[in-house]
């Protein structure tokens, strides 16, 4: 049965799947669905904020820990990226988590017919949760943010030298975009997402309530919104010279192209993107030789908003 066909089926399942760099705001963007009604997982299951992020990560640890095993079983992990040929031919057995597994611990944490759920792995590990959620209804939302921007984050946050932070930032789109194909998605920009948030919920509502999603407005919600999405959530703004000098042309290119999507895409067909540069696999298996980035107590590397 096609995605398609499953949904004509049954309007009222849908899953909104919230993918992203880190740093990127897919936090913020979460909490914001959800505000439009859309559910989250269970409190008991929910990262707890931290420093780096006062309004909470809205992410599940069950969830986090299972795309960590699924990128562990790749040979990889969060913060060294597979190369982007991995899931070539579809999802690869591996000695880990099974999709049968994964399912049932997406359902645990999720008991709700609609749901939305955040992971920045999961831009990594999509084609194995699309393969786990085959039957069932899916919308994507990726948050993108400019790359010189996110890299910096990443360095005052955990030290990862920004050239790395670059990498990644390039390794975690390329796989959304690729792996989003064909399904619902909706491009969020982080700046435009901070400067009207009110603009945005309505926008993503209109993208939502098509594919069966179950918005309620309830009174205040703008100023709701207003109060926990606000401008200060952006401290680190690249200045031009500055992306210019340290970022690749190239990355500049990729995300230029993702800036040219204004709006919900219901068939989401992936930009023409130039080869990733040569130089990103050798330096995050460098970055990944000489040891993980500092975690923050109580949280796992790689962690974000």
């Not at 049968?100 to 590990?125: C, E, G, I, N």
């Not at 990726?142 to 984050?153: F, K, Q, T």
Request: hydrophobic share 40%; net charge positive.
């Amino acid at each position: 049965m096609t995605r398609r066909a499953a949904h004509r089926m049954d309007q009222d399942r849908l899953g909104v799947l919230v993918v992203g760099m880190h740093r990127s705001g897919t936090s913020a963007v979460t909490r914001a669905v959800n505000l439009l009604g859309v559910p989250l997982g269970l409190s008991s299951d929910r990262l707890p904020a931290s420093p780096s992020n006062k309004p909470g990560h809205w992410e599940s640890t069950s969830l986090v820990a299972l795309n960590d095993s699924v990128l562990h079983a790749l040979g990889r992990s969060s913060w060294c990226p597979p190369p982007l040929d991995i899931w070539a031919g579809g999802p690869r057995a591996a000695a880990g988590p099974t999709p049968r597994r994964a399912r049932l611990l997406l359902q645990r944490v999720h008991p709700t017919r609609q749901w939305v759920w955040k992971d920045p792995r999961t831009s990594l590990t999509l084609p194995f949760w699309l393969a786990a959620l085959h039957d069932v209804p899916v919308a994507i939302v990726l948050a993108v943010r400019h790359p010189m921007e996110v890299a910096v984050s990443l360095h005052k946050r955990d030290g990862t030298p920004v050239e790395v932070g670059l990498c990644m930032w390039e390794r975690y789109v390329r796989h959304a975009l690729a792996a989003a194909a064909g399904l619902p998605v909706l491009i969020t920009h982080y700046d435009r997402l901070l400067a009207d948030p009110v603009a945005w919920a309505q926008r993503a509502a209109g993208f939502l309530t098509p594919l069966g999603a179950r918005i309620t407005w309830q009174p205040g919600w703008e100023n709701g919104l207003r109060s926990f999405i606000q401008p200060g959530l952006r401290h680190e703004i690249a200045p031009r010279a500055d992306r210019a000098e340290a970022a690749t042309a190239h990355l500049d290119t990729v995300h230029d192209a993702l800036r040219q999507y204004d709006g919900p895409v219901r068939s989401f067909r992936p930009p023409d993107l130039p080869p990733e540069d040569p130089r990103v696999e050798q330096r995050l298996l460098h970055h990944a030789r000489g040891g993980r980035p500092q975690s923050i107590p109580g949280r796992a590397p790689g962690t974000a908003r």
